[in-house]
């Protein structure tokens, strides 16, 4: 799966990107991450991203050109590109992201994320993309963490990313992942008075699924 992230912040997704499981799926090439600067995409000599509202307030706007440069570029302008191709707008007004959302999400081989800034951006760039999703009802001051939240749900359902056996993408096994919240204990045994349940400690497989079961935090979703 490949992402390519639209900001004007691209140092932002350094460390989240360059550790842990993302950086082992990228290395072992399950995942291509392309984060792209939006002033390359400004052509005038300050390589403006952002200007004063057409009939005044408070605030910058996000420019339209810069954005919708920087999608020719990369072959993301909607009627030119392929099927498998979604580009996404993070905004606070979009569709709230949800595990179901990501299922369908994971369908597609390249997604595109712009991330806003300032206090919003010209209308005019939402007709550019696909859909637009919000990461929950707050407002943050860009789109940049939750563009990193979306590449994060998503590489997990791209096959051999997890480190265990098995994909999410198989149905029975996301079922369990979800439902995988039963209590988990490691060494030690006692900590400040608290004990690991004995059942755990038994060997006995079958009781210890049964126990799992009866104490299983299911979320439904
Ligand atoms: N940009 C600012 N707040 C946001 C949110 N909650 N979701 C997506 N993009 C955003």
Excluded at 10 to 29: L, V
Excluded at 57 to 84: F, R
Excluded at 97 to 104: C, F, M, S
Excluded at 115 to 144: A, K, N, P, W
Aim: hydrophobic share 35%.
């Amino acid at each position: 799966m490949r992402f390519d992230i639209l900001t004007i912040f691209p140092k932002i997704f350094q460390s989240y990107f360059d550790d842990s499981i993302i950086k082992r799926a990228q290395n072992k090439k399950l995942v291509t991450i392309k984060i792209h600067d939006l002033r390359d995409g400004a052509k005038d000599k300050h390589r403006a991203t952002d200007d004063r509202p057409y009939g005044g307030g408070p605030g910058m706007v996000m420019k339209v050109e810069p954005i919708y440069n920087t999608l020719k570029k990369i072959g993301a302008v909607k009627s030119k590109k392929a099927a498998s191709h979604r580009v996404i707008l993070l905004t606070p007004q979009g569709n709230t992201l949800t595990q179901k959302t990501v299922k369908r999400l994971s369908k597609y081989k390249i997604i595109t994320l712009i991330c806003g800034r300032y206090e919003g951006f010209d209308e005019r760039v939402r007709s550019l993309v696909d859909e637009q999703i919000s990461i929950g009802d707050y407002v943050l001051t860009g789109g940049e963490l939750p563009a990193m939240v979306v590449v994060d749900t998503l590489a997990r359902f791209v096959p051999g990313v997890l480190g265990h056996d098995g994909s999410v993408k198989d149905e029975s096994f996301s079922k369990s992942l979800q439902t995988l919240e039963y209590p988990q204990y490691t060494r030690p045994e006692i900590f400040r008075r608290k004990r690991v349940p004995p059942i755990l400690l038994s060997g006995n497989h079958q009781l210890i699924s049964e126990w799992r079961k009866k104490h299983q935090r299911t979320k439904h979703r």
